[in-house]
Structure formats: structure tokens, C-alpha cells
């Protein structure tokens, strides 16, 4: 080790072991992830790199570098949000932050430091520093100290000239003070230098904060500049960048777009080593897990000085920042930068069927899987040490990343394409052009210049360690070992089933449960579907008791990161868990405990496990301890805390003895590790620990001890049944599962008649199997909701927040969860788990025995028992009478049972308003009109609902001036127009089906809504509408996409949607062009580009951490922010995802609220709230907590007729609301009347409340959190009117009685008790909604719309008008402004003109954006993502130019998710393109040279021939249209399991005339060699085609299906088609991917 001070000593000594108390000590002082962070700031960005290492370090690479950054400013963000709009509205220009690392700059810091002639031992830190003179000081006498203490000589400070004039007024607010600190070594070099500059770095850092002191970079080969700044004020902030003596060979720049705009210098990137363009969705798990592997890291490296650089996270970092920190730890244990990266954001090695190959890379993979959990989430990482440059994707593939190589070795990677100037790099200069495709790497060693490419660099890298010889040793796995049969001989499961009522009570099971959950699942092995929300109490306020999973609810992907499929893109999931030891994760080699057994880890296929696993994992050979899990409740109150840290010192004591394996287990009867012969011992004093409590105090405590990673908990409880119970288990720490009261309830069941009719054949063994495959799936969709792809991933991460728990449980058991409404005590948890047990043993109350399980009305509403439900058949009927009769009188009955004597339902029941000033005449209030004016409904499709139900809905908003919403099922454009032609009946020709109908009507919704599926969305469409809704997430089920039933697809819903008649259709999760905020603001740009006076909304649901996501919604140019609740209606959903994801909007609003008015955001939108409101009582709480506008729900649906029969998933409503059946619809009873005169009463009942307050208007109360505070006792609540006379005059109603579990409850968060200032309110109140929408400045379309050739051809509607333009990737949805200008004067289908566009260069994202009719789009040159996204007509081409260097089909030519909801029109593309290409094609016929993975995923209609090689996972949910792909090496495809039966050759002639016409219009558009040379021979060409057509073309003139004669042809198909449950890849990590071999794409 050369002379690195101590760190001789320290090899020497480093085998000596630290003690468990030393440890203990040690760890005491790392926090775990807090919660604070957890709903803190998010980024996403643009990144890039440059490098050409073949020239002298020269300052014109450095200006390329910069100019690059530059083309990057719309993937970032300012303050006072998008740079475009803050030039024409104002607003802080402070950029969220840019940088750049290059190589050290040594000839020009040589002029201001005496430099040594050999720098090879000399270092440079880049420092942030505190303005403060004396603060300054001190903090660079604690570094130079730290520094001189390793043997560093410090050459001397530099200040880092810099222009403060270019800075916002945020940013120059926090600059900081810049300089450099120059050091050289007299012995160490390179990596040991690198060693000694962490330790002295780390060593400053634990003693002060960043505003003291950042170091930006201190390394002796690579500095940082970055700042709060756009990428435009790099260059003329920081002066040295403008120095020609600023010479380098690399670079590597990033552009950040965060949601928060609180400016933090520190937070810029890059970093230290990488630039990350995504979100870490498991940091809070990997943070933790880093703190808690700490206490076992050692490395000769460090030594007994190893302390000294942990823990290498900080909670002060973002997840990016964090993501840096533990690289650099790893390079600093002689790991190298692309290894560090392999095991910490590993590819989708395996294939669909969970099986990898035997080749290095995956042994490398299989070996690191057991240790380190993948840091999972959307990630294009750039990364730099001096040694290496590359960049590496995710394994999903969620970010885009093109890559050029050219001809004078310079090589280039970015988030787009078209960032270098064309000028300066011509067309001939590239070598080639590709793509970074998911989980692949690419690679320059900057030492020898050496280009690495995917495959190479991980073989390298996994052929440093024999992992192959390692795994055979250390990796087992548990033997398959069957589910227990009916007549099983093991005493203890015995002796539960014949207990099983008692247990079930004793753990809180309802007859819901059993039948509804267990049963379902174990009959079906699917999850359970359900339909209209959850309007029962939260856990936290019901007067039922509650299992404790309930007070936790999921948290999702919404904007900032993108939920993914778990279903359909299944390949890149795995619920795969490792059990044992994980030792020492930086050591050289798995022996290093010396012990074989020290060292093994235990593969098992889920985390749900059975007994007969539980017993042969007992026999694993793991050292296993079980602890149980039970207490004597008889101690006094405090008996469950001291019985959970019992529990936990039981644990740790286990551990420190050597155990591999804790079982916390609830099974009452004596702890042991065999099972005995004696009988069940169940006692009424002993309570079991609630299972999660117990794991989660387990699991933290043991990170506390820094023993966490030294054994595995698995849990064996009867107190876990559904997927939601699993999760939180796993969530917080478990690593499997055994259910075992749930497994037993499954055998009693099948043993009866019932159960074995039910089960439909199947087996004992067969029904425990499907329970099993409905958790696993449940536990995806689970993880996948937060877009995490791995469960060890997801467990420990703590994905959930919490409603309800007092603070001091959270913080023993949970610590690091959001808490709102802390409420339960131990003492409470306690006494709630005692209601259950009282049912086992009803003599504690000197009951009776039951006979069966309870009825709890946790899903269904029964009057007489069970759970009360604020939509119930009383309340159906009291609307319905006041709406149906115009009765104020009835209205007040309806009112009345909402408002009194009622159980509380939500948070918001528990506040009051506290007015500070008298009542006034209602007279003085505004009128009902304008209030409706801020009135919308919810986003309830056309198609879950009948045409009649839509349309009366949109008909009654309209008469009021609210606004009804389209939802995602498209609109006849029939109801754009006013209806002129009403009888004196109320009938009309047009709408025959409505009764009611005024003339002058409009069946519009005005609000057209763009989610997931995009069926339907085309130009006219968004030009119909008032306002364009993003929905990002929707309130029942939040991060999860949906399904139409095919029977509810008739004719006329399948011609909207440009789908197949009685064909199920399917809307993906938001995650293909919503993958990030930057994303976001690129859809929310192509939406104010298509319709720029329409204002663009965004769906928001609640849940912790909402408002850092809505501050970068704001910024992203929304105008309108919509916050749903958790109690949001659905016509299908998984049963727990309506129970348990999301929050109350009370909670998501105050939060959004908050943080847009902190961070100078909240006139910028408008808010607006919707979920569960019913009253004018909601609609005043609302606005004083912020909101703006407000939505309804299910309750606009009962006002038209429904009466909540709970059947909507069905294809069944008795009174034709929501269901396509001609038979039912014709018993719909609504008018336009009906919605109209519910808003109206809703709106008179807002008048009366504001008068009562003494306010003359909405606008003075909105924001008025100070108007709020805790309700008391009684049930009446103050200053709201009460109804003088009630249609029922029934006796009074008793109160609700007092729940003791909200005795305490904190709602502290949701009123102020300080006086809001009317001056800060005014700034904001009213501003955005009386606005106009935000622009997106000037745009290429106005150039082009302003000629008066252009007007003058749309206007006449003739004509052909040819124009030749230069374009370039700042020209963004190019096209739209035109398709929605001529969709306004002529609709899809009439414009009759012919409008050609030429452009040369490299078009910016969503080129031909919503194209339509008649408008031919063509770019020579390259296309980024999203071309012809939406499109609806015309014809689109991408081409290359004609002195190109390679060949164009193996290269790449445009992005990810091109065509994405298209509908119709043309596109030829001459070269291969990205992900997702024809996501949800619904009618557009394309053509291209090869895609990357999910090719035709979702597609309805249409054709799409690929000329080249595609990706994994074709035509996943295609359910109709047609592929057509070529195959002349007879590679094969990788289809996904939904079409593998549907692969053909192309055997019809029409079929066959369609794909020669298309390859031949292709060759034409593009002059594609690949085209010709396929015509040129088309006979034998045709023989190498595949054609995938769902089962929905089958009947098509296009298709000829192989009769039983022809099986062969098919057979062949199937071999290379999945078998299993998803695609089939390649076996084997190396070589995975579309673009393999070609070296083209990486």
C-alpha cells in the first residue's frame, strides 16, 4: 500500500473481527432512510457523453460537449417551470440544475497554482463553500486537516471564476462560494490516492453539511462543474469552461429537471463518478439495506480504517447521490466502474421462464442476485472515473439513450439524437448509429481508447472471479416439495384445521375473507376483481376493529417514475428470494467467514412458502432459530411493546449465536424447531403480535445492531391472507411467508361439498397451487405498481405509507414510513387484536360461541351488519327522489343522512369550520351557475359506461357550465355539435336513445381525456375539447392500467376505440410515454402544441410525497393539477387495489397545496380535488385546504339512475348505467335534468355554508385552511344550516358513538391555526383558472401555418403546398399545430387539400405528432421518440441521407414508443427504431428495418412490417391488427405468450399483396437498399416472413390459418414462440437483446 499512512497497519490487522457491541456502536449513529425523504424531491434529466481519446486533449471537444448540453434545455427545468414559457410569462429562470466532468484541466489551473512537472500524483477538489467568511474558513481548515493527516501536501486554493449575473433569483439566493484545493502525495498514485481522498473526504463530511461544505469531485483524474443553472448559463457562469486552455479527449454533461424547485446546488449533477437520468424507486430499501450490510463490510483496502468511509450513503443526497456514494465505495474495494454497475442495476438475465444460461455473465449475475438487491427503478446511468466512460439502461429499457460512433474515433452517447452540430459533423462522418437497448452497456477504456460494446465489457467483468466454481459451492436451492394433501399426517397443521374457526377468529378473518379472497383465489389462482371503489371508513376512524395491514396503503408510480406491466411484460419480474447469510458483500472471494456454511444462501422460487417447505428449510442446514410470536396480554398495557422488544433482543441474541434463518412464527404453541406430537396449545391469555408488527420491530432493530444481513426472517403466521398482507410483510423486512392458517382454511375447504364443487376437479394439492400463483402474481402487479421489476428489491424497501399509527410505533417498527393522522398506540393495537381473540374465546365476555364467521361488510353493504358504506341503497333513493322531482326538500333528507348520524367515513369528518366573521344574507353569496362552473366529473369511459349514461352526464354538466370528462374511451364525433333537432317531446333524431334533450344542447365532454390506452385520441378529438386531462393515475387503482370485458366491446364501442368487436381490451400502465417528468412535459407540450387554448390537466391520486410530484407537474406546464382520493369509483379493478393503494384527497390536497405555495409554484394551476364527494360540505373543505375546482364521482352516477348493484365488472346493471347490454340499456332512467339538478343543489347547499361563514364567494375561502379545525364531539357540525323540515321525520337518530382510537388522532396537517395572509393569497387565488393555458412559445408549426401559401390551401380546403425546412431536436411535435388547425376547420376525415413538408436534419421528439389527413411529413435525416405518436392520417417518413457511411438498416433511426396510439396514416422509417414501437397501434399501416423489445404491444388495428431483427416480447396484448416479420436467418421471434398459438406463415394472397404492396411503398418513400433487395427476389423472400395475427384476424382475407393438413407450418412458429408466461430470450445474459452481434446497436 505504498505510504497511505495507516493503511499498511490496517491490511495487517484487518482479519481481526469487530465485536457485536463495537457494531452496535458503530451502527448507532447511521440513520435508516427517513421518512422526509421518502416524499421528497424527485429528478429526472438529460444526459450525455463524449469522448474521443485517438487526439490530443483539445478545448473543441470541450464546446461540443457544452454546445450538446444546450440541445438538453427542454429536459430540464427552472424554477418557474419550462424555460419557453417563463421567456413570454416571467417567472425564476434559476435552472434545476447542469454540469459537466471532464478530465482534470492541468495546463490551466497551471497559472494559477505551481504545479509539480508531474501531476500523475496531484489531485483536484472542486468545493462548494458557504458564503460566510468565518464558516468558509473553518470548514477548509477541517479538510486541509483531514487531508495532511493522509499524507497529502496542499499546492494551493483557486477561485474558481465565475459570472453571479446569469443565476435566477433562487439560485443566486443559495449560490455558493467556488473554489478549487489543489494536493499532491509524495508516494500514493491512482487508486491508492483515491483510497486516502475518500477517507479524508468522508472523514469532513461526518462533521459538517453541505451548506458548510460539498465536495463537488476530489480526484486526481476527473473534475465537476455544475451549479443550479440552465444548460445555456454553464458556459457563461463558470469561466473556465469559456478558456481555450481548457483542453480534453472526455466529457460528460447532464441537464436535471427536478420536481421541487427549492434550489440545492449539491444536487446538480454530475456526480463524483455517474450522471443519472431516472429514478431510484427501492432507495429507501436500498439505503437501508446499504446501512445495514455496513456493520459487515471490510476490505484490505481500508482495513481496521474501514469505519472511517461508512455508511457511503447520506441522507442528505438524492437517490442519484446515493446511487454515486455506494459506486464509489465499490471502486474503492477494487471493483471496477462497469462491474459496480453490473450488480447494482443488473439486466433481465433470465428468460420468461425464469431460466438463465451457464455462460459467465449470467454466473456473474446468479452470484451477485443472493447479495446485493438490484437498485431498481428507470435509469439511463452515464458513468466516468478516469479509467472508464460508458453508460448502461435499466432493465426495462425506460429511458431513451442513442449512441453515434464516427469516423475520426469520436464516440457519443445521449438521451437524444441530433445534439451535435450538423455543421461541424456532417452525415458522412458517422460510423454508425444505435441505441442502448435494456440492461445493456456500453464502454470506453480511457486508457487505451478501446471501444467495448455490451457483450465484451460484462464478459470482462464476469470472468474476473470464478463465480461459475462459486455458485456451485454457495448457491443451493430448496427442493420442490408438494403442498400438503387432505390426509397429511403432520400433528401441528393437523391440529390447526381442526381448530381452524377458533385461529380464524383469534386472527381476525370475516366471511368476506375466506370467501371472497381465499376461496377465489385458491379456485381461480387470479386475484379477485371488484367495481366501484372503497367507500367505507378508513381503518383508522371505523368503528371495527382492524388487522393492522389495513393502516397501511400502497405506494405507486405516478409522473416522476413509470409503473410497468407485470403481465404482459412479465420477463423482466421476479419474485425469486435468497435465504442464509450474506457476509461480507466488498470482500474478494465468499470464503472470507472461512466457513462454508457461513457462506451459503438459499434460493427459493417466491416468497410464499407452505409448511412442507417451512419444515425443509428447518432441515436446510441453515442454522435456524424460531421465535414465537405470541404474549401474555395479562401483564398490564404496556405488555405488547415489552413483548415486542422482547421479540426483537430474542432475535439479535439468535443472530449473534450464529443464526442463519429467524422464523418469527404466531402458531400457538410451544417454540421449537421440529414439530411435535403434542396437541395445539391455544390459550386465552396469549395474544399474538400483529405478524408485520413484529417483523418490521425486527427487522429495524436488527439494522440498528448492524446484524441484519447475517440471517434471514421468515415469518410463519396465521394472519396473512390476501396479496396486500404479503406485501406489507415483505415490505418490511420478511423474506418469505408461510400462511399457514390460510393454506389450512384452503384444505377444509376442498374437503367439503362445497369446496369440491367449487373447485371444479382440482386436487388438494392443485387449489394451494393456485392460492400460491394468485400471491405471486398479486405481489407483482404489487411491485410493479411502483414500477419495480424484483422482489428482493422490493423487500425492505417500504413502499407503503401510513394512516392512522401514532408516531412512537412507526418509529420502533416502521421507522422511515410517511405518517399521516398518527392515531394508535401500542395500547390500541393491542386492544384491537383483543376484539378478534374475545371471538376465539367468548367466555372473556361471557358470550356464546359462534358458529361461523362474521359478516364485517368490508367489500358489501348490508344494513343490518357489517361495515357502513357512505354509497348505500338509502342514500340512492334519497337522491333519486330529489333529482328525479326538483325537491330542495328531498334533497335536504339526502343531505341529511350524508352529514347526520352517520358512522365517520373519512379524515375530513372529523374537522369543523371555525369562521372569523358573522353570517351574511345568502342573497349577498355568488350564484349557483358559477359555482357549478367549477364543478367536473370523473373520467368514467365510454364503455365501462353505456352511451346513454355518458352522454346524459356530459348533456346535464353542460346546462350547469361544468365540465363532464370523456374518460379514456374516445367520442363520436357526433357529439362535438350542439343538437339542433328536439321534438317538443325531448327527443332527438340524432340521439335517439336520450329523453330530456333541450335544443342547444351539447353532448361534448368537455373535457377529452388522454390516459394509458389512447382509444380514439386523434386531432379533432383534442380539438374538441375545453380542457385535455392526463390521467396518470387513477383513485381505485392507482398505477395500474385497465380492461374492458370483450362483451362489453359491441359494435359501436369497438368503432370508437378502433378495436375488434367483442374482444377484450386492455390499457397499459402509464408507462410508455410517461416514463419521467421530462416525459410528462413532452406530452403536456404535444397536447398545447395540438390545441393551444385548451388548458392540459393532470390526473393526480394521493399518496405521501404527492406534492414534490405535483411541483414538477407545475412546472412541466400543466395548467390544472386534479387530486383523487383513494375512494374513487371503477368498473373493474383487483380487489386490493381498491382497498389498499392510495390516500384521501384530504391529505394528498393539503400536501400539494403546501409545497406549490412554498415553492412560488401555486399560480401557475389551478387545483382541483375529487373522490368520494357528495355534499356542498366536501366542496367547502376543499377549497379551504387549496382546491379550486371539484370532481364527482360515483354520486354523479347514482344521480342519473344508478343504484350501486356493485356489477359493473359484470356486463350486468340492472338499470343500464354501466353495461353495453341493449336489453338493459333500454331501463336507463336518467335525464340531463337529473346531473343538472344535483349539481345545482350541491352548488345552493356551497351558498348557504359560505353565507353561514359570512363570505360572499368561493374565491375568498379557497386556501383558507385557517377557516378549519378538529370537530368536537358532537355530531352536528358547526356553522353549516340544518334542514328545517325533513321529509322523514324519524326520531332522532342516535350520535355516533366516540371511536377511542381517534381519541388522539393528529390532523394538525390539514387545518392552520395560524391566520393565512390575504396578501399571499391573492398572489395566487384565481390566477391560474381565470388564465389563459400556458404556451409553449414560438414553435416551427406557427413559421409554417403563417405562410400564406399554407393558410390560404387549409382555408380553401384544395391545393398542394410543397416547402423544404432544416429542423433539429429543439424542434419539438412538429406537425401538431397543423393537424390541429386543420382538425378544427375540417375534422379527421374532410380536408381535401395536400400539404408536403421536406425537412433535413434531426427532428426533436414526437415528430408528426397527431398527423392527420393530407399532411406528408418527411425527414432526411434522424428522428428522436415518439414519431407519430396519435397519428390519424397522412404519411410520415424518416430517411437517410444519401452519403451516409453504413448501412442503414443496421442502424438506428428513431426512438422508443413511436406510434403509440396511432389511428391511422402511413410511416416508413429506413433504418430500426427503439422500444415499444405500435404501443397501442390502432389503425396506421408502418413500416421499419427492426425495433427493439414490446414491438405491437396492446395493438388493436393496423399493420406493422419489420424489414430486421426485432426484440423480446412481441405483440404482448395485441389483440388485434397485423404483424409482418421478417426472418431470413430462420433466428426465430420471441412472442409473447398472448399470441404464441397466432404465428404464421404468410399464406393468404391478400395478405400477401398487403406486405408486398407496403415493402414496395416503403422502397419508394425511402429509397431503402433492404426493401429492394427483399423485391428483388420476393418469392423467396416471402418464404422468411412471419405473420402474427391475433385470434380476432382469423376470419380476415388476410389470413390463412393452417388447417390440421398444415399444422407443420405452424408447429414451426410455436418452436420459436414462448412456451410459458411470458417471451422466450435468448439464453443467457451475453447476447441478450435485439441487436446482438451487429455491434450497431449496443
Known amino acids: 500500500m505504498g505510504a497511505a499512512g495507516g493503511l499498511l497497519l490496517a491490511a495487517g490487522n484487518r482479519r481481526a473481527r469487530r465485536t457485536a457491541k463495537a457494531l452496535a456502536k458503530k451502527a448507532s449513529k447511521w440513520d435508516v432512510y427517513p421518512a422526509e425523504k421518502v416524499t421528497g424531491e424527485k429528478d429526472a434529466c438529460g444526459v450525455g457523453m463524449i469522448a474521443n481519446m485517438s487526439k490530443p486533449a483539445n478545448h473543441e471537444l470541450l464546446e461540443v460537449a457544452l454546445r450538446a448540453l444546450s440541445c438538453m434545455e427542454h429536459r430540464g427545468a427552472c424554477s418557474g417551470g419550462m424555460d419557453s414559457n417563463i421567456q413570454l410569462c416571467g417567472g425564476d429562470d434559476s435552472g434545476d440544475g447542469a454540469g459537466v466532468m471532464t478530465q482534470i484541466p492541468w495546463e490551466l489551473l497551471s497559472d494559477d497554482i505551481k504545479l509539480p512537472d508531474d501531476t500523475s500524483r496531484c489531485a483536484v477538489g472542486m468545493l462548494f463553500l458557504a458564503k460566510d467568511v468565518e464558516v468558509r474558513m473553518a470548514a477548509k481548515r477541517l479538510l ?183 459506486v464509489e465505495l465499490l471502486l474503492r474495494c477494487n471493483r471496477e466502474l462497469p462491474e459496480s454497475l453490473m450488480l447494482m442495476v443488473p439486466e433481465a438475465y433470465k428468460d420468461a421462464r425464469g431460466e438463465a444460461g451457464d455462460d459467465a455473465t449470467t454466473q456473474f449475475y446468479e452470484y451477485w442476485g443472493a447479495l446485493q438487491e438490484p437498485w ?38 445521449s438521451s437524444e439524437a441530433g445534439i451535435l452540430d450538423s455543421g461541424l459533423f456532417p452525415s458522412n462522418m458517422f460510423k454508425s448509429k444505435g441505441r442502448l437497448g435494456p440492461g445493456r452497456m456500453v464502454a470506453i477504456d480511457l486508457n487505451s481508447g478501446e471501444l467495448i460494446e455490451n457483450d465484451e465489457i460484462k464478459h470482462k467483468m464476469a470472468t474476473k472471479k470464478p463465480y461459475a466454481s462459486w455458485n456451485k459451492v454457495f448457491r443451493e436451492e430448496l427442493p420442490e416439495v408438494p403442498f400438503l394433501g387432505e390426509d397429511h399426517t403432520q400433528p401441528v397443521p393437523k391440529a390447526i384445521e381442526e381448530n381452524l374457526l377458533g385461529l380464524q377468529f383469534d386472527m381476525g378473518y370475516t366471511i368476506e375473507d375466506v370467501e371472497m379472497v381465499v376461496e377465489a383465489m385458491a379456485q381461480t389462482g387470479k386475484e379477485p376483481t371488484f367495481c366501484m371503489g372503497n367507500d367505507k371508513p378508513l381503518a383508522v376512524v371505523s368503528e371495527r376493529p382492524h388487522v393492522l395491514y389495513d393502516y397501511f396503503t400502497q405506494r405507486f408510480a405516478q409522473v416522476t417514475n413509470p409503473a410497468i406491466d407485470p403481465y404482459r411484460e412479465a420477463l423482466v419480474m421476479s419474485v425469486e428470494v435468497y435465504l442464509g447469510r450474506q457476509g461480507n458483500l466488498v470482500a474478494e472471494s465468499p470464503t472470507y467467514f472461512q466457513n462454508k456454511a457461513n457462506n451459503r444462501m438459499l434460493k427459493i422460487d417466491s416468497p410464499f412458502i407452505h409448511e412442507a417447505q417451512l419444515k425443509s428449510l428447518k432441515q436446510s442446514g441453515l442454522l435456524t432459530v424460531q421465535l414465537c410470536c405470541r404474549y401474555d396480554y395479562s401483564r398490564g398495557p404496556g405488555a405488547l411493546e415489552k413483548a415486542v422488544s422482547d421479540l426483537c433482543y430474542e432475535a439479535s441474541n439468535a443472530i449473534r449465536n450464529g443464526a442463519e434463518l429467524i422464523i418469527l412464527s404466531d402458531v400457538p404453541r410451544n417454540a421449537g424447531l421440529t414439530d411435535v406430537d403434542d396437541p395445539l396449545i391455544f390459550e386465552k391469555n396469549h395474544l399474538a403480535i400483529p405478524p408485520l408488527l413484529a417483523v418490521g420491530a425486527v427487522h429495524h432493530y436488527l439494522i440498528k445492531q448492524g446484524l441484519r444481513t447475517q440471517a434471514s426472517l421468515v415469518v410463519s403466521t396465521g394472519q396473512c391472507w390476501s396479496t396486500h398482507h404479503f406485501a406489507c410483510l415483505i415490505g418490511y423486512g420478511a423474506s418469505a411467508v408461510c400462511p399457514y392458517l390460510a393454506l389450512a382454511h384452503i384444505r377444509k375447504w376442498h374437503s367439503t361439498d362445497k369446496g369440491a364443487a367449487k373447485s371444479d376437479g382440482q386436487t388438494t394439492q392443485e387449489v394451494q397451487d393456485n392460492y400460491k400463483k394468485a400471491i405471486n402474481a398479486g405481489l407483482k402487479k404489487i411491485m410493479s405498481k411502483m414500477g419495480i421489476s424484483v422482489l428482493e428489491s422490493y423487500r425492505g424497501a417500504q413502499i407503503f405509507q401510513c394512516i392512522g399509527l401514532d408516531q412512537r410505533v412507526v418509529n420502533l417498527a416502521f421507522t422511515g414510513t410517511p405518517v399521516s393522522a398518527g392515531a394508535l398506540t401500542f395500547k390500541d393495537i393491542a386492544n384491537e387484536s383483543m376484539l378478534f381473540h374475545r371471538r376465539a374465546f367468548p367466555e372473556l365476555d361471557e358470550g356464546e360461541n359462534a358458529s361461523k364467521l362474521e359478516f364485517a361488510g368490508w367489500y358489501k353493504y348490508l344494513k343490518s351488519k357489517g361495515e357502513f358504506h357512505m354509497n348505500n341503497p338509502d342514500m340512492s333513493r334519497a337522491l333519486h327522489k330529489a333529482v328525479r322531482n326538483n325537491e330542495p326538500l328531498a334533497y335536504e333528507e339526502y343531505r341529511r343522512q350524508i352529514m347526520d348520524g352517520r358512522p365517520v367515513t373519512a379524515l375530513r369528518d372529523l374537522l369543523d369550520f371555525s369562521s372569523d366573521r358573522q353570517p351574511i344574507p345568502l342573497s349577498e353569496v355568488e350564484d349557483a351557475l358559477s359555482i357549478c362552473s367549477r364543478f367536473v366529473t370523473g373520467g368514467m369511459s365510454l364503455g365501462a359506461l353505456s352511451r346513454e349514461a355518458h352522454e346524459i352526464i356530459a348533456l346535464g354538466m353542460n346546462r350547469v357550465g361544468g365540465m363532464s370528462n370523456s374518460g379514456e374511451g374516445g367520442e363520436d364525433s357526433l357529439r362535438f355539435k350542439p343538437i339542433e333537432d328536439v321534438d317538443q317531446d325531448g327527443h332527438s333524431a340524432s340521439f335517439p336513445h336520450l329523453n330530456g334533450l333541450k335544443n342547444g344542447d351539447s353532448a361534448a365532454s368537455a373535457t377529452k381525456q388522454i390516459a394509458s390506452g389512447r382509444f380514439g385520441v386523434t386531432a379533432a378529438y383534442l380539438r374538441s375539447g375545453k380542457q385535455l386531462e392526463i390521467k396518470i393515475a387513477q383513485g381505485a387503482k392507482p398505477g395500474e392500467g385497465g380492461q374492458l370485458p370483450g362483451p362489453k366491446v359491441d359494435a359501436y364501442i369497438a368503432s370508437l376505440r378502433n378495436s375488434v368487436e ?537 389470413v390463412a390459418v393452417p388447417s390440421e393438413a398444415g399444422e407443420a407450418v405452424k408447429a414451426t412458429a410455436s418452436a420459436v414462440a414462448a412456451a410459458a408466461t411470458g417471451s422466450t430470450s435468448r439464453p443467457g445474459a451475453s447476447g441478450q437483446g435485439a441487436w446482438g452481434s451487429s455491434g450497431r446497436n449496443v
Not at 459487515?296 to 461508512?310: Q, T
Not at 428507470?378 to 439513450?401: E, K, V, W
Not at 394551476?1165 to 370532481?1191: F, S
Request: aromatic residues 8%; contains cysteine.
Open 376 to 413: 431498481d427503478g428507470p435509469a439511463l446511468i452515464a458513468f466516468c472515473d478516469g479509467r472508464y466512460m460508458g453508460a448502461t439502461l435499466d432493465r426495462n429499457g425506460l429511458r431513451p439513450a442513442r449512441y453515434f460512433q464516427l469516423n475520426d474515433g469520436t464516440c457519443v452517447v
Open 144 to 326: 486541509e486537516a483531514s487531508l495532511l493527516e493522509e499524507g497529502f501536501k496542499v499546492l494551493g486554493y483557486r477561485i474558481v471564476p465565475v459570472d453571479s449575473s446569469v443565476l435566477g433569483e433562487r439560485s443566486a439566493q443559495t449560490e455558493p462560494w467556488t473554489e478549487q484545493i489543489i494536493v499532491s502525495h509524495p508516494t500514493a498514485y491512482e487508486e491508492e490516492m483515491e483510497s486516502l481522498l475518500l477517507i479524508a473526504r468522508k472523514r469532513v463530511e461526518d462533521k459538517l453539511s453541505y451548506e458548510s461544505l460539498y465536495v463537488v469531485s476530489l480526484s486526481p483524474r476527473t473534475v465537476v462543474y455544475k451549479g443550479m443553472l440552465k444548460s445555456s448559463a454553464m458556459i457563461r457562469y463558470y469561466k473556465d469552461l469559456q478558456d481555450p486552455r481548457y483542453k480534453v479527449q472526455y466529457a460528460l454533461w447532464h441537464r436535471r429537471f427536478s420536481t421541487n424547485t427549492m434550489p440545492r446546488w449539491p444536487l446538480a449533477q454530475p456526480f463524483r463518478v455517474i450522471g443519472h437520468n431516472g429514478e431510484i424507486n427501492t432507495i429507501q430499501g436500498n439505503y437501508n439495506w446499504t446501512k445495514a450490510r455496513s456493520g459487515s463490510f471490510e476490505h484490505p483496502n481500508f482495513g481496521f480504517r474501514m469505519r472511517e468511509v461508512l455508511p457511503p450513503c447520506r441522507s442528505e443526497n438524492s437517490d442519484s447521490g446515493n446511487l454515486d456514494c455506494y
Open 1062 to 1598: 367483442g374482444v377484450e381490451l386492455i390499457s397499459p400502465p402509464p408507462h410508455h410515454d410517461i416514463y419521467s417528468i421530462e416525459d410528462l412535459a413532452q406530452l403536456i407540450y404535444d397536447l398545447h402544441q395540438v390545441s393551444p387554448d385548451a388548458k392540459v390537466s393532470v390526473k393526480l391520486v394521493a399518496s405521501a410525497g404527492i406534492g414534490t410530484i405535483a411541483a414538477g407537474v407545475a412546472k412541466a406546464n400543466a395548467d390544472v393539477i386534479q387530486i383523487s382520493g383513494h375512494d374513487g369509483g371503477t368498473g373493474a379493478s383487483p380487489l386490493s387495489s381498491i382497498m389498499h393503494a392510495g390516500g384521501p384527497w384530504e391529505q394528498g390536497l393539503s400536501e400539494v397545496h403546501k409545497v406549490l405555495t412554498e415553492n412560488g409554484l401555486r399560480s401557475r394551476v389551478t387545483l382541483r380535488a375529487d373522490g368520494g364527494m357528495k355534499t356542498g360540505w366536501d366542496i367547502v373543505v376543499a377549497a379551504m385546504m387549496g382546491a379550486e375546482e371539484y370532481g364527482f364521482g360515483s354520486i354523479a352516477m347514482i344521480a342519473e339512475g344508478c343504484i350501486m348493484a356493485r356489477v359493473c365488472h359484470m356486463n350486468r346493471c340492472p338499470v343500464g348505467v354501466a353495461t353495453q347490454r341493449a336489453d338493459l340499456r333500454k331501463k336507463f332512467p336518467g335525464t340531463p335534468e337529473h346531473v343538472a339538478n344535483f349539481m345545482l343543489f350541491v352548488a345552493e347547499e356551497v351558498r348557504t355554508i359560505i353565507a353561514a361563514l359570512g363570505y360572499r364567494s368561493l374565491d375568498e375561502v379557497i386556501g383558507r385552511r385557517d377557516l378549519l379545525k378538529a370537530r368536537s364531539e358532537n355530531a352536528v357540525r358547526r356553522h353549516v344550516p340544518q334542514p328545517a323540515v325533513a321529509l322523514n321525520t324519524k326520531a332522532a337518530e342516535e350520535e355516533p358513538k366516540k371511536l377511542a382510537k381517534t381519541d388522539s388522532i393528529d390532523l394538525s396537517s390539514f387545518f392552520s391555526a395560524e391566520p393565512v395572509k390575504e396578501e399571499d393569497r391573492q398572489k395566487w387565488v384565481g390566477v391560474a383558472r381565470n388564465g389563459h393555458a400556458h404556451s409553449n412559445g414560438p414553435v416551427m408549426d406557427d413559421t409554417i401555418l403563417a405562410d400564406p401559401e399554407v393558410a390560404q390551401m387549409i382555408e380553401s380546403n384544395s391545393g398542394t403546398v410543397e416547402k423544404d425546412l432544416a429542423i433539429r431536436n429543439l424542434d419539438r411535435s412538429v406537425g401538431g399545430r397543423i393537424a390541429g388547425t386543420i382538425a378544427a376547420k375540417h375534422g379527421d376525415y374532410g380536408f381535401a387539400g395536400e400539404l408536403k413538408l421536406n425537412f433535413t436534419g434531426s427532428a426533436g421528439q414526437s415528430f408528426g405528432v397527431f398527423n392527420t389527413k393530407g399532411v406528408h411529413l418527411r425527414v432526411t435525416g434522424e428522428c428522436n421518440d415518439y414519431v407519430g405518436k396519435g397519428m390519424n392520417g397522412g404519411v410520415v417518413v424518416c430517411k437517410t441521407p444519401k452519403d451516409i457511411n453504413f448501412v442503414a438498416s443496421e442502424n438506428v433511426i428513431a426512438g422508443n414508443t413511436c406510434l403509440y396510439g396511432a389511428t391511422g396514416g402511413e410511416i416508413f422509417l429506413n433504418g430500426k427504431v427503439g422500444e415499444r414501437f405500435g404501443v397501442r397501434n390502432a389503425g396506421c399501416h408502418a413500416v421499419i428495418e427492426g425495433s427493439g423489445d414490446h414491438l405491437g404491444e396492446y395493438m388493436t388495428n393496423g399493420v406493422i412490417v419489420s424489414l430486421g431483427e426485432v426484440g423480446r416480447n412481441v405483440a404482448a396484448g395485441m389483440s388485434g391488427g397485423l404483424l409482418y416479420l421478417y426472418d431470413p436467418n430462420g433466428a426465430g421471434l420471441q412472442v409473447n405468450v398472448d399470441n404464441e398459438k397466432n404465428i404464421f406463415r404468410v399464406a393468404s394472397e391478400a395478405g400477401q399483396e398487403q406486405l408486398r404492396k407496403l415493402v414496395q411503398k416503403h422502397r419508394d418513400e425511402t429509397g431503402s437498399t433492404k426493401a429492394a433487395q427483399i423485391l428483388e427476389d420476393w418469392p423467396t423472400a416471402l418464404g422468411c416472413f412471419w405473420q402474427v395475427a391475433p385470434v380476432s384476424t382469423h376470419q380476415s382475407e388476410f
